[in-house]
């Protein structure tokens, strides 16, 4: 039996175990690549179903909106009102659904960012390590000017090799490093991008939440108009009168007080007028929402019998987010109806007083969410719009006053606080 040395063995081991090593190594590394290249691609799969999923409920929310908007022009009847109450919850159902999917979809989103992620910090990584092999190359020649170089060197040729060398590492050097500042950057970016989704799935499950507790309340305001009418045409229209002359007789009072404060008001005292002091509290449809002006600020029409509008009428559909325009104050959170179907006035809103001494009014809402006396910030989520008070429609009534001027009535037979001030066009400002 032939014996063989320690030493040989080893060298036989290595010999034959290393390229085997090597080898899985590389399929090891190989498969976690294409694992991580499966996972991606199954990914965008995933977001892109998501998308032409969003496309398909876009299309059936605008041929709801459409029908709502057709609806404005037809008579005013208890069948209309039902119709209409009808389509808002089915808008809003379908809302919910897009919330929902936009959520799935935001999520898959974050995953495929935090992958994007992840091999930016490889190569961040790779390229950290280039940087420092070659400051230590550096380091190494930092002794050795250009003419040690050349007088050490066997040849000329050989001298200008070795400084060519030195003058590349230098260049390297400064490739490696702006890559790796260009690598910073893009991790910033794909950070940023992901807690900018992670807020817009925080809104969007607030928004499926509160959607839900906005459609019960629909379903109480159908049985409320139901019961109210006995489902009779006759009798929703001797009621609707009567409730417009109550209206009516609210609104000459308020505007009493109104024109007798801004008679005595001195303009002066105003911030000066320039736009950006305020964000819109809902999006308009040219910036991608779905909000636009019914009505500006001094416009008359046949609903305030020939008198100048006091603030700024902003179609949208029943259950849209609105937002603080400025920081500030919540001074009122109130409803003027005294039932779904005994409406008044601005019906749910909120009154937030500004540090500019202006304060700015979000009224005819579905739902509130904030309460008297919080501190809320520019772009914060305060209420939904909606159709309560005195509306034809889901709008949001958006009114500015002077703070200082406001004085908070009861102007029965409207329940609740009725905020009376200066009011000052908050066109100016937006």
């Not at 910030?377 to 009534?397: E, Q």
Request: aromatic letters at 6%; zero cysteines.
């Amino acid at each position: 039996m032939k014996y063989y040395s320690k030493f040989t063995i080893v060298l036989v081991i290595v010999f034959f175990w290393f390229p085997a090593a090597l080898v899985f190594a590389q399929s090891a590394s190989s498969s976690r690549t294409d694992s991580a290249t499966a996972d991606r691609a199954e990914l965008e799969a995933r977001i892109q179903t998501q998308n032409l999923e969003l496309e398909k409920l876009n299309a059936q929310l605008i041929a709801t909106q459409n029908k709502l908007e057709s609806a404005k022009t037809e008579r005013v009847s208890l069948q209309k009102e039902l119709t209409n109450i009808k389509n808002s919850i089915s808008q809003l159902n379908l809302n919910i659904k897009s919330d929902k999917i936009n959520i799935q979809k935001l999520t898959l989103e974050i995953d495929s960012l935090n992958y994007d992620i992840r091999d930016i910090e490889i190569s961040m990584d790779e390229k950290k390590k280039s940087i420092a092999e070659l400051l230590r190359e550096i380091s190494r020649n930092d002794q050795v000017n250009l003419l040690t170089v050349l007088l050490n060197g066997n040849s000329l040729a050989e001298s200008v090799s070795d400084v060519q060398a030195l003058s590349d590492t230098s260049l390297q050097l400064g490739a490696d490093i702006g890559n790796l500042e260009t690598l910073k950057g893009d991790k910033i970016v794909k950070v940023d991008s992901v807690s900018a989704k992670k807020v817009e799935i925080s809104l969007r499950s607030k928004n499926l939440e509160n959607r839900k507790s906005i459609i019960q309340d629909q379903e109480g305001e159908k049985a409320t108009l139901l019961a109210q009418t006995q489902n009779k045409e006759s009798q929703y229209q001797k009621d609707l009168e009567d409730l417009r002359k109550k209206q009516n007789e609210v609104e000459d009072e308020i505007s009493k007080f109104e024109s007798e404060l801004r008679a005595k008001f001195d303009v002066s005292v105003l911030p000066t007028k320039r736009s950006g002091v305020f964000e819109w509290p809902v999006k308009l449809r040219k910036d991608g929402g779905t909000g636009i002006i019914t009505q500006h600020m001094g416009e008359i029409s046949n609903l305030y019998r020939g008198k100048p509008h006091n603030g700024l009428d902003i179609g949208t559909p029943l259950g849209t987010p609105v937002f603080a325009a400025e920081e500030g104050k919540v001074i009122a959170v109130d409803n003027n109806d005294r039932s779904s179907w005994k409406k008044y006035q601005y019906g749910k809103y909120i009154l937030i007083e500004h540090p500019n001494n202006m304060a700015t009014l979000y009224a005819h809402l579905s739902k509130q969410i904030v309460q008297k006396g919080a501190a809320v910030k520019r772009g914060d989520l305060i209420g939904y719009s909606g159709n309560t008070g005195y509306s034809t429609g889901p709008h949001l009534h958006f009114g500015l006053y002077w703070s200082p001027s406001i004085i908070m009535k009861s102007v029965p037979p409207a329940t609740g606080l009725v905020p009376v001030g200066v009011v000052v066009n908050p066109e100016d400002y937006l």
